[in-house]
């Protein structure tokens, strides 16, 4: 049996030597990565509005696969003053490939970013990688 990427209720049934069957119901639940590899396809655009390059987030775990849907938020801060910079848009929940992308905007202003995806696994514990992108004059 090889458990999918999706969360729901999977039916097993086993026959022994075409005597005897056996069912059972298992219940799949989510499984969250344990490292996040975060990259943009350029890590320095010219900071005009309207300029942008997109980041992705590759989720990975040491054993099997992370699940089809896990939510990734996406953030970016001026790396000084830690206050919002940049607009994110199109933030999605991770894909087949264990991949989410979102797509930073430059608000104009010169500034280094640091730009940070997170999975949230529980109230009191995530995953987070951060890089740096620059928005130059």
């Not at 458990?3 to 729901?8: F, I, R, S």
């Not at 953030?75 to 991770?94: D, P, R």
Request: aromatic letters at 4%; hydrophobic letters at 40%.
């Amino acid at each position: 049996y090889i458990a999918p990427t999706t969360v729901g209720t999977a039916h097993i049934t086993a026959t022994l030597a075409g005597q005897s069957t056996k069912s059972a119901k298992i219940q799949l639940t989510r499984s969250y990565p344990e490292q996040i590899l975060l990259r943009a396809n350029s890590a320095t655009i010219v900071a005009a509005t309207g300029n942008s390059t997109a980041i992705t987030a590759t989720l990975y775990k040491a054993l099997g696969n992370v699940s089809v849907g896990t939510l990734v938020a996406f953030t970016a801060v001026n790396s000084v003053t830690k206050k919002g910079a940049g607009t994110i848009q199109n933030t999605l929940a991770s894909n087949a490939n264990g991949q989410a992308v979102a797509t930073l905007f430059s608000d104009g202003t010169a500034q280094t970013l640091t730009v940070s995806a997170t999975v949230t696994l529980s109230t009191t514990s995530s995953v987070t990688q951060s890089i740096t992108v620059v928005f130059t004059p």
